[in-house]
């Protein structure tokens, strides 16, 4: 493929799209002759999204990933600061997610990810900055167009799907905590301070009326499209409200999954986060029916070894008109990290059953 001159990107051509990675689809839900495969939608951020979309693109090469685009801190933070654009590195680790094990996709894997660190303790400006994010900002400066520099990006990983942002412009995320008051304030029954910055919103507890600023920040089209279009949806697993919640805080995305033909999965996570620290699985379903009352499920995905609660599990989500799958999808025991293959195998059997 024969990048055109600086100032000169088009967006990358279909047949480009095409020829980087031959199982890519140009129609979200577009399927070539005789293919009977899903088309599905993951949403979320971070580790729990990377999780969902390396075993999702094992088993669909219809995947779309729609990311959130509220990070502020280290490396993304910075860039989105001093550049203004969008926090690049929940959009980096989807792409890297994405690429194939083949030998150019365990390389750009790696290149994606890697860190600069000083030489000697030396401080540099590069201190931290994941390459990934740079290339991912340097293809949007050059091409105006979060989408289109997300296509380049994918089309040289030979990315296993796409990646799109929620919004195409940079979101806050704020939410209340309990907390002491302040002089003007003072503490009491009911004392709320509130968190702004998904950086440190992530790292507290009990948190509560979560909102984004702006609240009526416009959904990505694309990601409306894609959602629109898809066989399936899937929320989770992530930090509970710093990246799948917000998925169903934005007026526009939140519309298209709830109108969305597609079915619905929820997956949930293997152990609470920081966020969420003594909520039951079933709490973390009560929570996404609270900020968004029509949201109706298909499937919840839990392991069984993190759903202490199963009886109450059941309850909610048949309450959401789903019924709980569950299946051995932890690593190993006692972690937090899911395993890719048993992943994989267990929404092949959702999908299948449901198909």
């Not at 502020?72 to 654009?85: A, C, F, H, N, T």
């Not at 899937?234 to 990246?243: E, K, R, V």
Request: aromatic share 4%; with cysteine; glycine share 10%.
């Amino acid at each position: 493929m024969t990048l055109p001159p600086t100032g000169a990107f088009p967006r990358l051509p279909l047949s480009s799209r095409a020829e980087a990675d031959p199982h890519h689809s140009p129609d979200p839900a577009g399927r070539r002759p005789g293919d009977e495969s899903p088309s599905v939608v993951a949403l979320g951020g971070g580790h729990g999204l990377s999780a969902n979309l390396a075993a999702l693109r094992r088993i669909t090469p219809l995947l779309t990933a729609v990311v959130t685009v509220a990070d502020d801190g280290g490396s993304s933070g910075r860039l989105r600061d001093e550049l203004g654009v969008l926090p690049p590195g929940d959009l980096r680790m989807a792409l890297a997610a994405l690429c194939d094990d083949s030998e150019w996709g365990r390389t750009w894997r790696d290149v994606m990810q890697h860190r600069f660190s000083s030489a000697q303790g030396r401080a540099t400006t590069l201190d931290n900055h994941a390459l990934g994010n740079l290339l991912i900002v340097t293809l949007w400066e050059l091409l105006g167009d979060p989408v289109a520099g997300l296509e380049w990006a994918g089309a040289l990983l030979g990315a296993r799907g796409r990646v799109l942002p929620m919004s195409t412009q940079p979101l806050v995320i704020a939410g209340d905590v309990p907390g002491a008051g302040t002089p003007d304030r003072p503490e009491g029954p009911g004392a709320v301070r509130t968190i702004t910055g998904q950086a440190v919103l992530a790292k507290q507890a009990d948190v509560c009326n979560v909102r984004l600023v702006p609240p009526d920040a416009p959904a990505c089209p694309q990601a409306v499209e894609a959602v629109g279009l898809a066989d399936w949806v899937i929320l989770g697993p992530g930090s509970w409200h710093t990246s799948v919640l917000p998925h169903l805080l934005l007026p526009g995305l939140r519309r298209a999954i709830c109108d969305s033909p597609a079915r619905r999965c929820v997956t949930l996570n293997l152990s609470p986060d920081t966020e969420t620290q003594g909520k039951t699985a079933a709490d973390h379903l009560r929570v996404l029916h609270t900020y968004c009352p029509d949201l109706t499920l298909d499937v919840v995905l839990a392991d069984p070894s993190a759903t202490e609660d199963g009886a109450d599990l059941e309850e909610v989500a048949a309450s959401l008109g789903a019924e709980v799958f569950y299946a051995d999808v932890r690593a190993h025991p006692g972690t937090a990290v899911h395993n890719t293959l048993r992943l994989a195998a267990a929404y092949q059997e959702i999908f299948e059953r449901h198909r």
